[in-house]
C-alpha cells in the first residue's frame, strides 16, 4: 500500500469517529504516517457525520480531496449518495444497506430517494459497490451499535493489516465485556469482505 484516502460517513451515534480512530490506530501501528478530522454536523440529532482519512509514509493534510478518495465507506446509504463524489471514479464504495431517514424526510419537506434511484447515483461514480447488510448482521449478534465494526471489518480486507492488529487496536478502546461483541462483529464482517472478493 503506497496511500489510502477514505471517506467514512454516516449519522450520529453510529461510531463513525470511532471507527476511523480504530483505522488510524491500525495503520500507525503498520509504520505509516495518518492524519484524521472529522465534521459533525448536528451529530446528536441523528444529522451527517463525516470523517476524513488519509495514509501515506508522509501525509501533510487531513482532507480527502473531492475526486480523490480510494474508499468511500458508508453506515447509511443517503450519506453514501450524498458523498460520493469525494470517490475517485475506480473506486470502491462500501455502504451499510440501511436508511435513517433525515428530519427533514421525517417532517414532509423531502422525499428519501429509493434504493434504485441511490445505486444509480452510485453506479454513475464507480463500479465497485459493495452493499452489506451490517446493521442486520449487528443486531443478530446482539448489539446494533457494533455496525461501525461490522463494517470496518468488511473493509479491513483492503489494508496489509492481518486480523490480530486489528482486533487488538479494537479491544485497546473497549471495556474487556464491549470488546468480545465488537471483535465478533469484526471478524464477521472481515469474513463477509473475504467472500465478496474485497481485496
Known amino acids: 500500500m503506497n496511500k489510502l484516502d477514505l471517506l467514512m ?24 504516517d495518518v492524519k484524521k478530522t472529522d465534521t459533525l454536523g448536528m451529530a446528536q440529532r441523528g444529522g451527517s457525520v463525516v470523517s476524513h482519512i488519509r495514509v501515506a509514509p508522509k501525509v501533510w493534510s487531513p482532507l480527502v480531496k473531492e475526486g480523490e478518495a480510494e474508499v468511500l465507506l458508508a453506515l447509511e446509504k443517503l450519506e453514501a449518495a450524498r458523498w460520493c463524489h469525494f470517490l475517485r471514479r475506480d473506486g470502491i464504495a462500501i455502504v451499510n444497506d440501511y436508511a435513517l431517514p433525515p428530519l427533514s424526510v421525517s417532517l414532509g419537506l423531502h422525499r428519501y430517494p429509493s434504493d434504485e434511484e441511490i445505486r444509480n447515483i452510485l ?71 473475504h467472500h465478496a472478493g474485497l481485496r
Open 123 to 193: 453506479q454513475q461514480r464507480t463500479k465497485q459497490v459493495y452493499f452489506v447488510n451490517g446493521t442486520e448482521k449487528a443486531k443478530r449478534l446482539g448489539e446494533v451499535r457494533a455496525v461501525n465494526m461490522f463494517m470496518l471489518g468488511f473493509s479491513s480486507c483492503l489494508l496489509p493489516a492481518d486480523a490480530r492488529l486489528w482486533e487488538s487496536c479494537i479491544a485497546q478502546r473497549f471495556s474487556a465485556k464491549a470488546a468480545e461483541i465488537n471483535v465478533a462483529a469484526f471478524r464477521q464482517g472481515r469474513e463477509e469482505g
Open 9 to 32: 460517513v454516516g449519522v450520529g451515534g453510529q461510531g463513525i469517529v470511532l471507527a476511523g480512530d480504530i483505522l488510524a490506530d491500525v495503520v500507525l501501528a503498520l509504520g505509516y
